[in-house]
C-alpha cells in the first residue's frame, strides 16, 4: 500500500486528498490537494479564477509523538460581494491554523478541564486554546437563543480573584445557558435585555434570582411584568432554619456594668462588648476581624494614677489592629474622639471611619453597607501589600545612595512607647 493511500485512509479529509508525505522525527507533514478545481468563498461565491495563492500549514491531531502538520497552497478570490478573499476550504474553519479535528478535540476538552491543561495535552500555546474558543462561540452560538425565552434565572460566578464576575442566565424550560457577560451588576443584567428586541422581553413570564438589589433593579426595569422569584438554592425554608438554629453555638454577649474598674486591661465581659459592638477595626477601609484586634484607650490610661487617667470603660476603648494601633501611637496621626472617632492625616485631611459592629458601634456611626465600599477587601490587602513594598523600596534606595562610612540613621524615640 503506498504511503499517500495509508494517509487518505487515516484522515479522511472531506473534500481532499493526500498527494504526498513528508516524515520527519518530531512531525508528518501531509500535502493535500482539493477535489473541487473551482475556488469557493465563504460567502458562497465560485469561480474559475484565481486571484493569487500562497502555501500554508495547518496543525492536525497528533499521531503518537509526532505533530501532524497539514500543507496545501491556499488560494485567494476576488469576489464581487466580499472583495479579494481566501478561499474556503472544507478542513478547517475560516483564519483558522488548526483543521477542525484538532479545534473540536479542544473544545471538547475545555468543557471538562481549564485551559492550562488542554494546552499541555495538546502541545500548543494557551492563547491558542483561547483564540480556538472565541473562534468557534462566534461561529456557532445560536442567534435564536434570546427568543422564546419564558422563565429564566440569573446568577453570578467568580472566575478569577480578587472578585472577577460573570453573570450567567439560563433557560429553565430547557435547562441552558443562553448569555455570559462580565461583571456582576445591574448593567450586565441589563446588557441580556438589551439584546432582546420588545416583543421577546414581554414573553418572559418569571426571573429567578439570589436577591441580588442590582438584578431586581434590572428586571423591573426592562420586563416589570415579570414575576420576581427566589433561587432554591437561597432559600431557607422554616424547618431547615429551626434545625440550624437548635445544633448552634449560642454564645451570649452580657452588656457591662456602669461601674469603671481601675485596671488597664478590660475584663472579659467588657473586652467581649467591645468587639461586638465594633466588628472589625475601626480605622479607616481596614477589614481586620474585631478578634484580632487591639482594645485602645481614646484617653490614656494612668498607669501611676488610674483616678487620673482615661477609664478602661465602653465609651473609652476603640479596636484597632495592631498596624493601625502602632500607626495611632507613632505621632502621624491624630485622633479626635468628641463625639465620634476622627482621623486626621498628616495632610491636614480628616476621615470619619463607618464602624461594622452589629450595633453600629455605640449609636454613633451606622453600619457599613458592603455596596458603598470604596474598595473590596482584596483590594484593601493588595493595596497594603503595595505600600509595604513601596516603604522596602524606599529603604533600599536609600541605602544604596548613602556612603559606605555612613551609619544608618536610628528611629526616634519617645518618652512613652505604644503600650503592646
Same mark, same amino acid.
Given at each position: ?7 487518505? *485512509? ?140 419564558? *422563565?429564566?434565572?440569573?446568577? #453570578? ?36 435585555? #438589551? ?5 421577546? *422581553?414581554?414573553?418572559?413570564?418569571? &426571573? ?26 437561597? &432559600? ?22 456602669? #461601674? ?27 477589614? &481586620? ?74 449609636? *454613633? ?56
Amino acid at each position: 500500500m503506498r504511503v499517500s493511500t495509508a494517509f487518505n *485512509r487515516l484522515l479522511q479529509i472531506p473534500g481532499a486528498s493526500v498527494s504526498d508525505v513528508s516524515i520527519t522525527d518530531d512531525s508528518v507533514e501531509v500535502t493535500v490537494r482539493l477535489a473541487a478545481r473551482r475556488v469557493k468563498c465563504p460567502c458562497g461565491y465560485t469561480s474559475a479564477a484565481a486571484y493569487d495563492h500562497a502555501p500554508r500549514r495547518w496543525r492536525h491531531l497528533d499521531f503518537g509523538r509526532h505533530k501532524v502538520w497539514v500543507k496545501y497552497p491556499i488560494r485567494r478570490i476576488e469576489c464581487p460581494t466580499c472583495g479579494v478573499r481566501t478561499e474556503d476550504i472544507p478542513w478547517a474553519r475560516p483564519t483558522a491554523r488548526h483543521t477542525r479535528d484538532f479545534e473540536d478535540m479542544v473544545l471538547w476538552l475545555v468543557t471538562r478541564t481549564d485551559r492550562t491543561s488542554v494546552s499541555t495535552l495538546m502541545r500548543c500555546a494557551w492563547r491558542t486554546v483561547t483564540s480556538i474558543v472565541t473562534r468557534a462561540v462566534d461561529a456557532l452560538i445560536d442567534s435564536r437563543r434570546l427568543e422564546n425565552l419564558y *422563565r429564566i434565572g440569573v446568577d #453570578e460566578i467568580c472566575y478569577r480573584h480578587p472578585h472577577k464576575y460573570l453573570t450567567i442566565v439560563g433557560d429553565h424550560d430547557t435547562g441552558k445557558v443562553v448569555y455570559i457577560t462580565e461583571g456582576r451588576g445591574r448593567d450586565s443584567f441589563s446588557e441580556f435585555f #438589551e439584546q432582546q428586541s420588545a416583543k421577546e *422581553r414581554d414573553k418572559v413570564q418569571v &426571573v429567578s434570582m439570589d436577591g441580588s438589589p442590582a438584578f431586581r433593579a434590572a428586571a423591573e426595569d426592562h420586563v416589570p411584568r415579570a414575576r420576581q422569584c427566589m433561587d432554591p438554592f437561597h &432559600v431557607v425554608d422554616a424547618a431547615h432554619a429551626r434545625d440550624i438554629a437548635a445544633d448552634a453555638d449560642v454564645e451570649p454577649v452580657r452588656v457591662p456594668n456602669s #461601674e469603671t474598674p481601675t485596671t488597664y486591661r478590660p475584663g472579659t465581659v467588657l473586652d467581649t462588648w467591645m468587639r461586638v459592638l465594633a466588628g472589625g477595626c475601626e480605622w479607616l477601609h481596614c477589614d &481586620v476581624a474585631a478578634w484580632n484586634t487591639d482594645l485602645d484607650h481614646h484617653r490614656p490610661f494612668g498607669h501611676s494614677d488610674p483616678a487620673a487617667g482615661g477609664p478602661t470603660a465602653a465609651g473609652n476603648l476603640t479596636a484597632y489592629c495592631r498596624n493601625h494601633h502602632r500607626l495611632k501611637h507613632s505621632g502621624h496621626w491624630q485622633v479626635n474622639s468628641d463625639g465620634g472617632i476622627e482621623l486626621v492625616a498628616p495632610t491636614g485631611h480628616r476621615y470619619r471611619p463607618r464602624s461594622a459592629g452589629i450595633l453600629g458601634a455605640r449609636g *454613633r456611626d451606622r453600619i457599613v453597607d458592603p455596596a458603598t465600599r470604596r474598595r473590596t477587601r482584596a483590594q484593601n490587602t493588595t493595596a497594603r501589600i503595595r505600600a509595604e513594598r513601596r516603604r522596602r523600596q524606599a529603604h533600599l534606595d536609600a541605602a544604596r545612595r548613602r556612603s559606605p562610612g555612613e551609619r544608618v540613621p536610628e528611629a526616634d524615640a519617645t518618652d512613652e512607647p505604644a503600650p503592646f
